[in-house]
């Protein structure tokens, strides 16, 4: 049974910081590009950062490009996703994703609210 299971998220004040974890289980996780989405209220889902099988490779949406960072841990069966500067416009249910050919997972989501 494939599980993409998010945690991390909170409230935060503008300018902070905070790191989301994806733990995965049910697949063979290290064959799989993983990635971050975020989808605010009233939104569509959008990609906010990519990273290939084996971590070589990244991609960062425009709008959190030098702010957010993705990252992986195969042993761990883990991504990551390290946020900082945080604005109020980051506020969203960020998802982990793992799509590879016609396989396509989610996790449930972790809230992240930017506040002061």
């Known amino acids: 049974q494939v599980q993409l299971v998010e945690s991390g998220g909170g409230l935060v004040q503008p300018g902070g910081s905070l790191r989301l974890s994806c733990a995965a289980s049910?697949?063979?996780?290290?064959?799989?590009?993983m990635n971050w989405y975020r989808q605010a209220p009233g939104s569509e889902r959008e990609l906010v950062a990519a990273?290939?099988?084996?971590?070589?490779?990244?991609r960062i949406a425009g709008s959190v490009k030098g702010r957010f960072t993705i990252s992986r841990d195969n042993r761990k069966n883990t991504v990551y996703l390290q946020m900082t500067s945080l604005k109020p416009e980051d506020t969203a249910v960020y998802y982990c994703?793992?799509?590879?050919?016609?396989?396509?997972?989610w996790g449930q989501g972790t809230q992240v609210t930017v506040s002061s």
């Open positions: 994703n793992a799509r590879w050919g016609s396989e396509n997972y």
């Open positions: 990273i290939s099988s084996l971590g070589g490779s990244t």
């Open positions: 049910g697949f063979t996780f290290s064959t799989y590009p």
